[in-house]
């Protein structure tokens, strides 16, 4: 009824995809070794066993310390494209990438003042 030419490299590409995760896990559950018993199934951390509970509190400043390194991060990926493209952007690209500095900015000084970025 519909023919569509051309879309079968990209459904040999779709299998292929398809397939590769499938196999490499089916592989690794057909290679791997088969003995196991209490040593093997026991944790360790770096090695050593743990002391103590696995369910212990952490501090907030990790946290907010990650999400403040993981806007900047994202910061840098949009901004990168901007920037290899500069010379065919117009004038309202420069405004716009202003804007976007501006609002992070923004967000820097109220994680800054929020104490976000004091490891101590």
Do not use: C
């Amino acid at each position: 009824m519909f023919h569509l030419s051309g879309y079968e490299y990209f459904l040999g590409f779709l299998i292929l995809a398809s397939s590769v995760p499938v196999l490499a896990l089916t592989a690794s559950f057909l290679l791997r070794p088969r003995t196991g018993g209490a040593e093997r199934r026991t944790t360790y951390e770096s090695g050593m066993e743990p002391m103590g509970g696995a369910w212990i509190q952490f501090n907030i400043r990790y946290y907010m310390f990650a999400l403040v390194f993981v806007v900047f991060d994202v910061e840098t990926v949009f901004l990168y494209p901007w920037a290899v493209a500069f010379s065919q952007l117009g004038l309202l690209a420069f405004v716009e990438a202003l804007i976007f500095i501006a609002i992070l900015v923004v967000a820097l000084v109220y994680a800054w003042r929020k104490g976000a970025l004091e490891w101590s």
